[in-house]
């Protein structure tokens, strides 16, 4: 699916199943549907069977920054 930008994302489902068997019938029907923002920078989106997974790019690894620190003894 293609993402959007700065709109949500529409999520809809729908069953309907139904038997009709000598003079009784039934029918089932449900429905589903969610409306999602999807993070910034989001660059696939995927759902099925209930699962949205979404893919975005890695942020790499976190900046690691040193600071000596001086210690005054009495």
Known sequence: ???????PVRIEEST???????GHSDFRCSEFGRSVH????T???KY???ILEVSMP?????????????LDKD
């Not at 699916?1 to 709109?7: D, F, R, T, Y």
């Open 43 to 45: 660059e696939l989106a």
């Open 38 to 41: 999807l993070p910034a920078g």
């Open 48 to 50: 099925a069977y209930g």
């Open 1 to 7: 699916m293609a993402v959007p930008e700065h709109s």
């Open 58 to 70: 890695s942020a790499g690894r976190p900046h690691e920054k040193r600071i000596q620190i001086h």
């Open 16 to 22: 309907k199943d139904g038997k009709n068997t000598g």
